[in-house]
């Protein structure tokens, strides 16, 4: 079976800190992914987790435990831009299985 | 450049009618999927195929139906339109011979259809 849970709504100040959680239950494991999507536009690939710990990609960062079922977001200097719905995504039977989303956290980012 | 294409980006259909929605993609990626999206649901998977003349059964695949007869298209039918089935529709593709991060997809614009 497949269980993602997200916050469904965060707010954060331009300039600051945020970081949005993921967790996650699946019968096998082959990576977790965050997309970033835009109101009324396509979900767009940010990254991807296979092994535990953190991966670094400019302003944002997305953490893997493996053990704890757990994955983060973070996004550093928050711009207006980033002001948008972030999915967590994971196949839950391993393998080349389809991805099953988190019903995604909306961000807002106030001035 | 590659790209994933849909089409129509916006219909307005009534009840009962069939409807086909187009999705294209020229990456030469094995893998297509359709989800919808309504608000407090999240993306659901709706059918996918790993290749030419394979098509599976998703999450919520009830009144819908694919077909896949090259690797560019995987249409999507509605057979008789509900209005439960107005949302946001959107087609993604991967490519499972790349390695790394193989189930990245990569998702059209959307299409957002109105079921009266």
């Known amino acids: 079976g497949q269980n993602i849970d997200q916050p469904t709504e965060m707010t954060a100040t331009e300039g600051a800190i945020v970081q949005i959680n993921c967790t996650y239950q699946?019968?096998?494991?082959?990576?977790l992914f965050w997309y970033q999507q835009h109101a009324g536009e396509a979900p767009t690939f940010l990254s991807y987790?296979?092994?535990?710990g953190l991966e670094e990609k400019g302003r944002f960062s997305s953490f893997l435990s493996r053990s704890k079922g757990y994955s983060y977001l973070l996004l550093k200097e928050l711009q207006m831009k980033d002001s948008a719905s972030y999915l967590c995504?994971?196949?839950?039977?391993?393998?080349?299985?389809?991805?099953?989303f988190g019903k995604g956290t909306r961000l807002s980012v106030i001035a | 450049d590659a790209e994933i294409t849909q089409s129509p980006r916006h219909k307005i259909t009534e009840t009962g009618r069939q409807v086909t929605l187009a999705c294209h993609q020229t990456?030469?990626?094995?893998?297509m999927f359709w989800y919808r999206q309504d608000l407090g649901h999240g993306l659901r998977l709706i059918h996918y195929?790993?290749?030419?003349?394979?098509?599976n059964k998703g999450e919520v695949s009830d009144g819908y139906s694919v077909s896949r007869s090259n690797t560019e298209d995987l249409p999507l039918t509605l057979e008789s339109a509900a209005s439960s089935q107005t949302s946001v529709y959107f087609c993604?593709?991967?490519?499972?011979?790349?390695?790394?991060?193989?189930?990245?997809?990569?998702f059209g614009p959307g299409t957002r259809l109105t079921v009266l």
């Open positions: 993604a593709s991967s490519d499972p011979s790349s390695g790394g991060a193989r189930d990245t997809q990569y």
């Open positions: 699946t019968s096998g494991f082959n990576g």
């Open positions: 987790n296979v092994l535990d």
């Open positions: 995504a994971t196949p839950p039977m391993g393998g080349n299985t389809p991805l099953v």
């Open positions: 990456w030469n990626h094995n893998n």
């Open positions: 195929s790993y290749g030419v003349q394979d098509t």
